[in-house]
C-alpha cells in the first residue's frame, strides 16, 4: 500500500447490506392468527456495514462500503440512498443471488423484534481490492456470520497493514459459547459486543466479569450496555461513560452508531474516554430517529 500514514484514513465496512422496513408506535406485538397496526413505517437500507459507513461519512471519515447487493427492484430500490450517504460505493459488488435481502424490524416501547432473510454468500469479489486499495487505514466487519464465511479476511487485511475491528451482531447459531468464535477472531484488535451478546460469548453475567473475559483474548474490548453506556479496556486501562438520556424513537443501528463515533475518536486519538463519548453521542443521535442513518440521511 502506498501514501504516508496521514494519507490513510479511510475505513473500510465489510458485511451485508438490507432493506430495513421498519414498524414503530406498536402498541401490541403480533401473534399467531392476529393482525397488528403501527403508527409508523420507515424504509431504509440497513445492516451494520452500511449504517457504520453512513455515520463515518457524517463525521467527516472516508468510508467504503464492502458489500454484495442484488439485482432485484427491493435491492435496486436503495439505490438512492446509498448514491446520497457520502460512502464510496466502489466496492459493491452487484448480482443477482445477493438479494432481496430484507429485514422486518417490530419496535415497541424501544424493544424490537426482527425478522430477516439472507441471501447468497457473503463475501464480495471486491474484497482483495478494497483492502489494497490506496488510503484505507482500518477494516471494520459488522457481523460474525460474514467473518465465518470468510475467515482469511483477517490475514489479508493484516498483510496490507490494516488493523481490524469486529461488532458479533447477534445470531444463535454463531456467537454461543460451544462455536469456533474466538478461533475464528484470532487476530482481531477490537471487539465492539453489546453486553447480551457479552454474556453469550463468555458465559459472565455481571458487565466487569464479560469484559475481563473478553479482555484475554482482544487488545481492545468495548461494551455497549444501551441506556447503561459503555465500557472499554485496554492493556491496563479500564474506562466507562454513561448513556445520554435522549429520547428514543427507535434503537435499530444505534451499536452500528455507536461503532462510527467510537472509530472516528479512536483512530485519530487512541484516546479511550475520549472515544467512549464520541461512540455514545453517535448512538445517542441515531436513537432519537426512526432506522439507523444519520437523521439527515433518513
Request: aromatic fraction near 6%; charged fraction near 20%; hydrophobic fraction near 40%.
Amino acid at each position: 500500500m502506498t501514501g504516508t500514514p496521514m494519507e490513510r484514513s479511510k475505513v473500510l465496512c465489510l458485511g451485508r447490506t438490507y432493506c430495513d422496513i421498519i414498524f414503530t408506535g406498536l402498541h401490541e406485538m403480533p401473534v399467531l392468527g392476529r393482525e397488528r397496526f403501527a403508527d409508523n413505517v420507515t424504509i431504509a437500507a440497513g445492516g451494520g456495514a452500511y449504517i457504520t459507513a453512513a455515520h463515518l461519512a457524517s463525521l467527516g471519515r472516508p468510508a467504503a462500503l464492502v458489500t454484495r447487493l442484488g439485482s432485484d427492484p427491493l435491492s435496486q430500490s436503495l439505490n438512492p440512498e446509498l448514491e446520497a450517504s457520502g460512502i464510496d460505493l466502489s466496492f459493491v459488488e452487484r448480482s443477482h443471488d445477493a438479494g432481496p435481502q430484507p429485514t422486518v424490524a417490530l419496535v415497541k416501547n424501544g424493544e424490537r423484534a426482527f425478522v430477516s432473510r439472507r441471501a447468497g454468500g457473503s463475501r464480495p469479489a471486491t474484497l482483495e481490492q478494497a483492502l489494497s486499495a490506496d488510503g484505507v487505514t482500518h477494516l471494520h466487519i459488522a457481523e460474525f456470520a460474514t467473518l465465518k464465511d470468510t475467515p482469511e479476511v483477517i490475514a489479508l487485511a493484516r498483510s496490507f497493514g490494516l488493523t481490524i475491528s469486529l461488532d458479533p451482531s447477534w445470531d444463535d447459531e454463531l456467537i454461543r459459547r460451544d462455536s469456533d468464535f474466538f478461533e475464528i477472531c484470532a487476530g482481531i484488535d477490537l471487539l465492539l459486543p453489546n453486553a447480551e451478546e457479552g454474556e453469550a460469548l463468555t458465559g459472565e453475567s455481571a458487565d466487569d466479569a464479560i469484559l475481563e473475559s473478553l479482555r484475554e483474548r482482544f487488545p481492545l474490548v468495548v461494551l455497549k450496555r444501551g441506556e447503561g453506556g459503555a465500557m472499554a479496556s485496554c492493556g491496563s486501562t479500564c474506562v466507562s461513560a454513561e448513556a445520554l438520556r435522549v429520547k428514543v424513537v427507535d434503537t435499530t443501528g444505534a451499536g452500528d452508531a455507536f461503532n462510527a463515533g467510537f472509530l472516528h475518536s479512536w483512530l485519530s486519538t487512541s484516546d479511550l474516554e475520549r472515544s467512549l463519548v464520541a461512540g455514545i453521542e453517535a448512538g445517542g443521535l441515531s436513537v432519537q430517529s426512526a432506522g439507523g442513518v444519520p437523521p439527515r440521511m433518513s
